[in-house]
């Protein structure tokens, strides 16, 4: 069975920067894209980054273009998030999920997720 485990997430100041790190156990099986989500308390989960994992090709969600940045290492069968410019409204818990998904940032088109890692930024 797939298990991702994500890790990286800590308590930081605005205009600080982490990176959230991906592992995928027992990944046998290709997915084509892997993508970064994240939910805020009493918030809808959103779609943040993602990787179409054949050709490194990314895509973002307007609100982080620019500050973060999406990547994978094949050999470590591990994703990555590097985020910069840190902003209160980052804060969220970060999830990584991994799919062949219709439509690239709705969460429901991916079949396998990690158990999140908690980001917060405070000002």
């Known amino acids: 069975q797939v298990r991702l485990v994500e890790s990286g997430g800590d308590s930081v100041q605005a205009g600080g920067s982490l990176r959230l790190s991906c592992v995928a156990f027992g990944y046998i099986s290709r997915k084509n894209y892997m993508t970064w989500f994240r939910q805020a308390p009493g918030k809808e989960r959103e779609g943040v980054a993602a990787i179409y994992t054949n050709t490194g090709g990314t895509y973002y969600a307007n609100a982080v273009e620019g500050r973060f940045t999406i990547s994978q290492d094949n050999a470590k069968n591990t994703l990555y998030l590097d985020m910069s410019s840190l902003k209160p409204e980052d804060t969220a818990m970060y999830y990584c999920?991994?799919?062949?998904?219709?439509?690239?940032?709705?969460?429901?088109?991916?079949?396998?997720w990690g158990q999140g890692t908690q980001v917060t930024v405070s000002s």
């Open positions: 999920a991994a799919g062949n998904p219709a439509r690239l940032f709705f969460w429901s088109d991916y079949a396998y």
